[in-house]
């Protein structure tokens, strides 16, 4: 199977002549027990993705990357009786265990067991299945690697859909939409009425948005420096937008004297800190973004038990996937949820450096590839 390898991190750009990924024929491994082979029918391109390229954040090379994705069963490890080849899957990037700690109070985005899997470049059963063709070990990205032809995963890193839903389409449901839907539904928990900003527009940015406009009575401001993508908030839902610059004077103008929620999907703790002086009392800064490991936040402390301020994390926007994915679908089946507005087109897989070279731009929004 061809599969595109980083061997490694930090190389410079332009990635289109640079070539950090290179793509290799890999043997398509068996599925052990409690794993599946998949077929990638469609693998999006995300920040997540490049923030390994570029080595901010630091993972266990060569690795296969890709994390996500949607595709078809293939074949099926001892144990999996649940799906059979010729299903529809969405892929997840946290394969949760459901029985650690986290999982057991009902936050499996945050299973403890599929951290360190994820982080060893393993699978939740057991050792990374990626070989070279001389035997040489390839480690799985978060559980997936899905820039590639075939994947073996865990059986719980898959949640199966229905027929109905386009491949290019399926694809963001595994990061982009759990993310940035999460953050406001179940990190944020939105109530009607209330107001957000949300910082970056991006697909994770603009899933909050899409998922704020579905709340009743909510104001949402979006934030961009780039306008095109201030223009798609406006159409994924967003009643007002504007670069950075101009965000003090939207809150002030359409949210009194504070947003009661502000999503930072940027990954810069300077926006971080810009978010956290537009709150109102009481008001809550959802943090999604990614940014680099040196980046640190100076802020007063006194804020926070002084007005009520709260700065919550969001992982995989404190998702479930069993329960979100069908649910969030529905709201898609439902016309509520636009996503076909975030897909800017459909690239063959050779052309994945150039991808990111486009995304670093902020020239796409979902770019998706196909072997």
Not at 144 to 158: D, K, P
Not at 198 to 218: E, I, K, N, R, S
Request: hydrophobic content about 45%; charged content about 20%; proline content about 6%.
């Amino acid at each position: 199977m061809l599969s595109a390898v980083l061997h490694r991190a930090g190389a410079t750009r332009p990635y289109a002549n640079s070539n950090p990924l290179v793509l290799e024929d890999l043997p398509v491994p068996d599925p052990r027990p409690g794993e599946v082979l998949i077929k990638i029918e469609r693998a999006s391109l995300c920040h997540s993705d490049l923030s390994v390229v570029d080595g901010s954040r630091e993972r266990p090379l060569p690795m296969a990357l890709g994390h996500e994705a949607a595709g078809i069963v293939v074949d099926t490890g001892a144990g999996v009786d649940d799906l059979v080849p010729g299903d529809r899957v969405v892929v997840v990037f946290v394969p949760s265990c459901g029985r650690c700690r986290s999982c057991a109070a009902g936050r499996p985005a945050l299973c403890h067991r599929a951290a360190e899997a994820n982080g060893r470049g393993d699978l939740l059963h057991g050792e990374a299945a990626l070989k070279t063709v001389d035997g040489r070990r390839i480690n799985h990205h978060l559980g997936v690697s899905a820039f590639s032809e075939y994947a073996v995963v865990a059986r719980e890193s898959l949640v199966a859909i229905d027929n109905d839903v386009p491949w290019d389409v399926a694809a963001m449901f595994g990061c982009a939409a759990l993310t940035g839907i999460g953050a406001v539904l179940n990190t944020g928990d939105l109530h009607p009425g209330q107001s957000i900003i949300v910082f970056g527009l991006g697909a994770v940015g603009l899933m909050a948005v899409m998922a704020a406009a579905q709340v009743p009575g909510t104001t949402v401001i979006a934030i961009d420096p780039l306008e095109e993508k201030q223009q798609l908030a406006l159409q994924c839902g967003a009643g007002f937008a504007g670069p950075p610059e101009s965000a003090a004077a939207l809150v002030a103008e359409h949210a009194g004297q504070g947003v009661d929620m502000a999503v930072e999907a940027v990954g810069s703790a300077k926006v971080m800190e810009s978010c956290l002086g537009l709150l109102d009392r009481g008001g809550a800064l959802v943090s999604v973004g990614l940014p680099h490991p040196d980046q640190q936040l100076n802020v007063q402390a006194l804020q926070f038990a002084g007005r009520g301020i709260r700065l919550l994390g969001s992982y995989m926007g404190d998702s479930v996937p069993a329960r979100d994915i069908p649910a969030y679908l529905q709201l898609w089946r439902d016309g509520k949820l636009p996503l076909e507005l975030l897909h800017t087109d459909t690239k063959p897989l050779a052309e994945i450096n150039e991808g990111l070279d486009a995304l670093a731009d902020g020239r796409v929004v979902r770019r998706l590839f196909v072997a």
